[in-house]
Each structure stands twice: as C-alpha cells, then as structure tokens.
C-alpha cells in the first residue's frame, strides 16, 4: 500500500516495493559493512547514501579531517540498582555484536573511539525506574560507543538526552536477550550548530520486544540511521520517530528494518513537522524481508506537515520482499503542507492564529505519541512537544 | 440589541489568474432574534457572502462595509470577528486531524468566553447539547470532522452553535445533504438557539424544505451575486412553485 498526497514543490514522495531476488538494500551502499574506515571512500555526495546529506556541514566527520578533542562530549549514566555500568576499552567482546557500521562515518566513529561505555541489565531483571544518559555536548568533536544489554526476560526503559554543542559520531548498540523488552526514547535537543551522525543497531532476542522512540528538534545536522535485526523467531520492533525541522537545520532519518528471520514483527511511524528556509528532513525507510523470513508483519508510514514555504522533505520508503509467504507487509509516505481551511476553520471559532497553528501542529504529533502505549513517555513527550511549539510557531 | 449591517458589499476572487467580481453590491442587515432566509440557485454567491462575512482570506472585499453594533468587521481578523459574535456554520465542514472535538470545543469556547469554561459544569453542558443533537458521547473524542458523515458533521456545526452562542449566525446549507430525521434534529437545534432570541440567524439555503423547520421572518432571492427580491415567508412558497428560473435568466450573464 502506498500513497502519496499534496506534495509541495521541492519535495519528493518516492516509495517502492521491489520483490527482488537479491537484496538491493544491501547493493545500493558503496562499500559492504566494515569497522574499518579505510574500507570505505571518502563520500562525494552523489553515492546513494549520501545524496541527502550536505556533506560540507559535517564538519569533517565523514573525511577523517574531524579529530576528536578532549573535552568533547560529557556522558553521564544514571542508572538504577541492579544496572552494570562500565566503561570498557576497544577490545571489549562485548563490542560490535549487534551491528557493524554500514558507511564511512559509522566506521569513523568506530575505528576512533578510544572507550565505549557498556550498560547492562541482567537476566531477569525487571527495572521499574528508566536509565538515563545525559549526552552533553562541551562544544568540541568526539567519537563515541555505547552498548545497551538487556538479558534473556529482563525489562528496561533506557531515555538518551542529547543537548548542548558538538561535533559527535556514535554508534550505539541494543543486544536485547530472549524475551526481553527493551523501550529506548532518544532525543536530540542539541544546539543550533550541534552536528550529530549515529548508527543504532539493534539485535532483537527470540520473542523479545524494542520499542525505539527517536526525537529530534535540534541540531544543524542530525543524520541517525537506526537498524534492526532479529537474533530469532517471535520478535517484534516498533519504532517511532518525531522530528521538527526549523529553518537551516537538516534532520535525516534513515532506518533498515531487516526481517532476517521466519516471524517477527515490526512497525514504523515517523512524522515530521518542518518550518522555515531551508528546513530540510529526509526520511528513508528500508524494510527488507529475506527469503527466509515466512510469517513476517511489518508496516511503515512517515508522514510530514510542511508548516511555510522554502522547507524540503524527502520520503523514501523502500520495501523488498524475497518471499510470499508472509502475514503482512506495507507502507505508506505522505508529506502535506499546513492547510490554511484548517486554520480558517479554527480561527471561525475563535481561536487566535498562533494557538490555532499550534493546536494543528500539536494534533498532527499527538496521534503519533499515543501510539507510544507509555503514560510517562508519552506526557513527557507531549510537554516536549509543547515546550518545542512555544519556542517556535508563532 | 446587535445588528449586523452589510452595505454595498462588492467581492472578488482570483481565479485562473483572473479577478471575478462574485458579489455585485449586496444589501441587508440582520438584528438579533431575526431569521433571514437567504434563497439562491448554485452558484450565485451564497457561500461567498457567508465566507467574507466571515474573513476567510481568499476573498478580498473590494467595496461596501460590514457593520456589527457598529463596529467595523471588515477590519477584523477571522478570530476577531468570531470573538466579536459572528459564527459560520460552514458548508463543508473542514477535518481538523489529531485534534478532538472536546479539545477544540473547549478551546473555542475559552476563546469566545475569554476566560476557561468550568470543567464540572463544561463537560455537563457538552454531554447535554450533545444528547439533544441525537450524538453519540463517543464523537467527543473523535478528531474534528474526522471520517464524520455529511450529517454528523452538520450536527457538529450546530454543537458548536449552541455552546458558542453568537450574536449573528450564518448558517451556510446546513440542510444539505440531511435526510429527513437529520433534518429535523438540525433544526431544532437551530430553533432552540432563536428561542433564546438573543441570536440573528442568516439561514442560507438552496431548497425550501428547511423553512418547513425553521420559519423565516424574512426571504431574500438572491441572483448574479445580490439580492435580487425580498419579501416574508411567502417568497419562499413563490420560489417552492416556480424555482429560481425568474431570476436567473435577465440578470445572470456570469
Ligand atoms: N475560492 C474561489 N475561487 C474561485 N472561484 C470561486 C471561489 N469561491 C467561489 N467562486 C465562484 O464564485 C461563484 C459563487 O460561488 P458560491 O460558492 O459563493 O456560490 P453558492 O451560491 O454558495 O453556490 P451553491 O449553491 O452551489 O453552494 C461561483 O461561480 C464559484 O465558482
Ligand atoms: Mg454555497
């Protein structure tokens, strides 16, 4: 199922289903996955990976000309007991088992981290508090890791706030054990000149549950590319995004759902609210479902309101099927201007134009956010939300 | 008593880079707990005089004056004018997505009231106007218009009627595409907004079958984008009889 509607001029709405016999997901990348930098060229901007992304704004992130400083990022964990938080070396075991970094500024970040930072909640262990990473930018560049492990049927709210000014290449894993149910809220509430690139990888036990919730208002370039694969049958992915893009600012989400085995489930939502010159979100969706995958679910939708002129939205959801023997598979992307009879309507009843904007704006998120089905991240988020809206449609 | 005072009113539009003149000099002035029925064939410019009365922006008003107890509405902006007491009950109701009906109910109202409804005695005032509509408790946490039928979204406008209380209501086809049952809860509700006789009721409308409902103190034919006759509840049984065609085939060239 696809569709596509009122879409302004200077946007793309691209959507594909392609029942390929070989993975054109895995094809379209310029260089196979890899920790090493040195396994992949220096992008130019037109490989397909890169095409959105302005290259010259990352700061060097993506050449090897950015090198880390001392003081770049603070990251602080707080968790409660029970939790094992270490701070390990790069030859830790524990490393690089969820995923291996797919372009060059994953393997950057890889290849240049000097220590990663492991939680770890115990099998069984089922936390009633989140954890809580404060990612703090102190304005320099840095190069970082973080592992999240969840043993077999242990449960775990983990929220990552990033804020302050950096430069920051991550790569964050999520090894979630069998039966285990892991929620993960990441916001990135960074500085105007915050630049952030991060691979997130999941790898999602048998019978176990992730539930991502990815939140993006800040930044100049924000370019996170979350990923998911399944260690076994029974698995389930949701993953919800929300971002608004304001003026100069580019928010790229680029998210792999790769169903690698026989029934699993996985959802996506992302909506995006985008204002002001040069506003630029991007939104790629690749689900892909292997041949061996029988009984798989999945769905994805992005949808986006384009609130002025001059903002851009590119909307690629991409779903490759190597089999027919599956439960259920569709997407949807939808990028729709601000409707002004929305606000006429409103304002006929009263309302004053900003609250009426708001009202539109806040709705638009708000059918997202109840899909969260978490009471506390989901008013936390509508305050956010708030908070965002105060600060920035007037 | 308030009164709405519409002198001379000449509107255009811009369409397919052409400016039209859609209303040519309209006439009229409603006061409060008067119904004026205002009568035309489809495309005469009803639904323009409802919608620049009422500022929406893609009608520029090129001359005449709006007056409501005086105060220049024309001057006013789409919020303003609905604060000041206007209300348009609107052809085609718009979707408002992620947005409930009690959340936007409330809103407007806090609005129009320019302060807070009392939640205990809000929530009561709703569930009755609601109840009396024939509506179901559950569309109060549906999103506005959102998958409403033509019907549910006409009682809809008519909730909103009654909670907001206008001085001046312009209600734009609300009859259609009612059926009979719908029709009669509609205007009842209608009724029970002019009983309070606090209200001037512009009642726009293509056929006569709501006047059956809702009896009018004054007809207006309205043609080519004016008032063409006017007359009492009469006028609306001549045009019952012989339809609109006196009207349109002199003076309608557009
Ligand atoms: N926004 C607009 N853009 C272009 N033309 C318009 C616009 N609004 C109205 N018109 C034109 O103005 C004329 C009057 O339209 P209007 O909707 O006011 O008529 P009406 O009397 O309400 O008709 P109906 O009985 O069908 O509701 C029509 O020719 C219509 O096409
Ligand atoms: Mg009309």
Known sequence: MAEAQNIPVGSTTAGSIAVAAESTVATRMSAPPSFDVADFPVPHGREEEWRFTPLERLRGLHDGTATATGEGVKVTVEAPEGVTVETVGRDDARLGRAGTPVDRVAAQAYSAFEQASVVTVPKETVLTEPIRIAVHGEGGTAYAHQVIELGAFAEAVVVIDHTGDAVLAANVEYVIGDGAKLTVVSVQDWDDKAVHAAQHDALVGRDASLKSIIVTFGGDVVRLHPRVRYAGPGGEAELFGLYFTDAGQHQEHRLLVDHNVPHCKSNVVYKGALQGDDAHAVWIGDVLIEAKAEGTDTYEMNRNLVLTDGARVDSVPNLEIETGEIVGAGHASATGRFDDEQLFYLMARGIPEKDARRLVVRGFFAELVQQIGLPDIEERLIGRIEEELEASVA | ?254
């Open chain 2, 1 to 254: 008593m308030a009164t709405l005072e519409i002198r001379d009113l000449h509107v255009t539009v811009e369409a397919d880079n052409a400016t039209k003149e859609i209303l040519k000099g309209v006439d009229l002035t409603v006061k409060q707990g008067e119904t004026h029925a205002i009568m035309g064939p489809n495309g005469s410019g009803k639904s323009t005089l409802a919608y620049s009365l009422a500022g929406h922006p893609k009608y520029t008003i090129t001359g005449g004056t709006v007056t409501l107890d005086g105060e220049d509405v024309l001057e006013m902006s789409v919020d303003e004018r609905a604060r000041a007491g206007l209300f348009l009950a609107m052809q085609y109701p718009v979707e408002v997505p992620g947005v409930s009906v009690s959340n936007f109910l409330r809103t407007s109202a806090t609005a129009i009231r320019g302060e807070a409804p009392k939640l205990r005695t809000w929530v009561k005032e709703v569930k009755e106007a609601m109840e009396r509509l024939n509506m179901d408790p559950a569309f109060a946490e549906r999103n506005v218009n959102e998958g409403f039928s033509g019907g549910e979204k006409k009682r809809h406008e008519i909730l909103q009627l009654e909670l907001l209380k206008p001085k001046v209501a312009i209600l734009d086809e609300t009859d259609s595409g009612l059926d009979v049952d719908a029709l009669r809860v509609v205007s009842e509700g209608v009724n029970r907004v002019r009983e309070t006789g606090e209200v001037g009721t512009l009642l726009i409308t293509h056929y006569t079958r709501i006047l059956r409902y809702i009896k009018p103190d004054h007809v207006h034919v309205f043609a080519n984008g004016r008032i063409v006759e006017s007359g009492g509840a009469e006028l609306a049984d001549k045009l019952e009889a012989e339809g609109y065609e006196a009207y349109t085939k002199g003076g309608a060239s557009a």
